[in-house]
């Protein structure tokens, strides 16, 4: 079963507009981590945050992590035109050792609009 | 970008045959991942490698096998190949959690269609 599930599925705003994406997990985690992939390519790292961390930026991205609703969001500012693509988030197992894996939500497709 | 390359990037086979997915990396990474990818599921962990010749499964692995017997090289086998395994397959690797960075770099995919 799926760890991340992001929420919503789709979502489509007009170019300058921020986009906001959600992500919630079911198990303890050691980090959470978001990613994008255009379409028809790889995934791409985006932003890592911490358990023991709540909120972390990076240019026009904004996460923020809440253990206790075990959520997170992702939050895009000002978007443009090439934000256009599919957002993933993906947590680990929070199991250590040799057991580093990262589990996939489904993913929210952004369309932005110009 | 990280070094890492998947072949074939495209194939196209029929049901009953075998199929291997090569996965290659130039950046002596300790973790090596098997995704695939299909619409309204996501990415699905199918198997992983946490060094040479120590592997182990992720939550969709039946109908596949892996191997790695070098640090560079991961292959997916898919021994007879059946039409729910048209997908896209992803290969990642990563430095693990422990060099604290945890992220994991993706290939290009690879579009596996059996007929």
């Known amino acids: 079963s799926q760890q991340g599930e992001e929420d919503p599925q789709a979502l489509s705003i007009q170019e300058g507009e921020n986009a906001t994406m959600n992500c919630s997990y079911k198990?303890?985690?050691?980090?959470l981590q978001w990613y994008r992939q255009n379409s028809g390519r790889g995934l791409v790292h985006l932003i890592l945050?911490?358990?023991?961390?709540r909120e972390k930026h990076s240019g026009r991205l904004r996460v923020t992590l809440d253990t206790s609703k075990k959520s997170s969001s992702l939050l895009i500012t000002a978007s443009r035109a090439a934000d256009t693509a599919s957002y993933f988030c993906a947590t680990d197992s929070n199991s250590g050792g040799s057991n580093y894996k990262l589990t996939f939500g489904k993913g929210t497709l952004l369309t932005v609009n110009p | 970008d990280a070094g890492i390359t998947q072949s074939p990037r495209h194939k196209v086979t029929e049901t009953g045959t075998p199929v291997t997915l090569r996965c290659h990396q130039t950046?002596?990474?300790?973790?090596m991942y098997w995704y695939r990818q299909d619409p309204g599921h996501g990415l699905r962990l199918i198997h992983y490698?946490?060094?040479?010749?120590?592997?182990d499964k992720g939550e969709v692995s039946d109908g596949y096998s892996v191997s790695r017997s070098k640090t560079e090289d991961f292959l997916l086998t898919l021994e007879s190949a059946t039409s729910s395994q048209t997908s896209v397959y992803f290969c990642?690797?990563?430095?693990?959690?422990?060099?604290?960075?945890?992220?994991?770099?993706f290939g290009e995919g690879s579009r596996l269609t059996v007929l």
């Open positions: 945050i911490r358990s023991n961390e």
């Open positions: 490698s946490y060094g040479v010749k120590d592997t």
């Open positions: 950046e002596n990474h300790r973790y």
């Open positions: 198990t303890s985690i050691n980090n």
């Open positions: 990642a690797i990563s430095s693990g959690l422990a060099a604290n960075t945890g992220e994991l770099f």
